[in-house]
């Protein structure tokens, strides 16, 4: 299988002692997305005037900073909260630069649809994580069938015939 280099590079102490790695992983695999969905949004947000209806706008603006949150985190090796200030603060310096220039505005609506895109993508991470760390602490529960007043069913390998009825035994 192929294997992508890999380039780490050390954090400054003050990040440290607050988080579990101590280093940023720049492969291409987490550098590429990122790489492909700053392009798109310099490009359609700052250089060309796309020109889309009001409440399409606003879904793309979710989507994108959804994408882009998600990126950004897979880049700093799970840690969440930055990940998601780092995308809202892009998008904020987008809107911005976008008061700047001349045939774009800044909106405040696109703001908080930013920010919607960051705070859907951490709720959900953070939900799957709440979920797996539970799944673990939970202990499985054996079932006695027969304590329940049940009995197992004896099947045959694969087929899903029963072995006492079957045709072939007798």
């Keep these: 299988m192929l294997k992508f280099p890999v380039i780490r590079f050390k954090l400054p102490a003050f990040m440290q002692g607050r988080i579990a790695r101590h280093y940023i992983d720049f492969s291409l695999s987490r550098v590429l997305p990122l790489t492909a ?3 798109f949004g310099i490009l359609m947000g700052l250089v060309f005037n796309t020109g889309v209806g009001h409440p399409y706008d606003k879904v793309i ?3 994108f900073y959804a994408l882009l949150t998600l990126s950004i985190h897979a880049l700093f090796c799970c840690r969440l909260r930055i990940s998601a200030v780092v995308a809202f603060t892009l998008g904020l310096g987008g809107e911005v630069m976008q008061g ?3 045939h774009h505005e ?3 609506s696109d703001t908080v649809a930013n920010g919607i895109g960051v705070a859907l ?3 959900l991470i953070a939900l799957v994580r709440s979920e ?3 799944a ?3 202990d499985t529960q054996d079932l ?3 304590k329940m007043g049940l009995q197992a069913v004896p099947t045959r390998y694969l087929s899903g015939a029963s072995s006492e009825g079957s045709p072939s035994d007798k």
């Design 136 to 138: 673990l602490l939970d």
């Design 37 to 39: 969905l700053m392009s």
């Design 132 to 134: 797996s760390r539970q």
């Design 61 to 63: 603006h979710i989507g």
């Design 121 to 123: 993508v951490v709720a």
């Design 144 to 146: 006695d069938l027969g």
């Design 100 to 102: 700047f220039l001349p």
């Design 106 to 108: 800044m909106s405040l």
